[in-house]
């Protein structure tokens, strides 16, 4: 195991985030309104890359992607192709488990507007780095949007030029490992069409088949 940190449930090296998690925690105290740790299994075949928690989902439950419309598409298709136990994901203690997989953020933290800052992007790199260190040679990493895409090269040390995202690309890393690209499953992006349904299970043939080489 790499002795880089993977995860600081009190982190508060970006003061805007921290401010603004404390904000939150008052207004609703039920929430977890605190870093969200990645969450399933501890040697994922597929390494799934998010921007950072939704207000009301992730911020809320504490597990990534659950609680929210972003959620909906991502905890659907895992199961659809063998990654999840069940369709959907409402709570942490719904009983719900990943298999082989593991679903991150770039940002661990709720941002305002849910929108990251470059700082806070690049502070927060540290955690993805090591995840991203610890991964089994063989592995699948799939970055949900630009941000998380860009994340990703930049805590693999690689130039941002030779990695362009675009939805479904795909690119060999070292040590037979693999970064494939996917539209974020947020309501904006589903709602408009960007990424249907067909598409982003598109993304996933494209995964089986890489884990399957």
């Known amino acids: ?66 609680g929210d419309y972003a959620g909906i598409l991502l905890y659907e298709t895992l199961h659809r192709f063998g990654f999840s136990s069940q369709p959907v994901s409402t709570a942490r203690d719904d009983g719900l488990a990943l298999n082989g997989c593991c679903i991150t953020n770039a940002v661990k933290c709720l941002p305002p507007q849910n929108k990251p800052i470059g700082s806070e992007v690049n502070e927060c790199n540290r955690y993805l780095r090591a995840e991203l260190a610890d991964l089994d040679d063989g592995t699948v990493i799939l970055a949900l949007g630009s941000v998380a895409h860009r994340a990703v090269v930049r805590a693999l040390e690689l130039k941002m030029k030779d990695y362009p995202f675009g939805h479904c690309q795909k690119y060999a890393l070292d040590r037979r490992r693999w970064l494939i690209d996917s539209y974020h499953c947020s309501r904006y992006n589903t709602q408009t069409r960007r990424l249907t349904e ?3 299970h598109d993304v996933f043939r494209e995964i089986k088949k890489l884990l399957a080489a």
């Open 1 to 66: 195991m790499t002795q880089l940190t993977h995860f600081d449930p009190d982190c508060r090296s970006c003061p805007r985030l921290a401010d603004f998690l404390a904000e939150i925690r008052q207004e609703h105290p039920t929430y977890h309104a605190r870093p969200v740790e990645p969450f399933g299994d501890s040697a994922p075949r597929l390494l799934i890359v998010g921007l950072a928690p939704g207000m009301h989902g992730a911020n809320a439950t504490g597990r990534p992607f659950t």
């Open 198 to 200: 067909e598409m982003f």
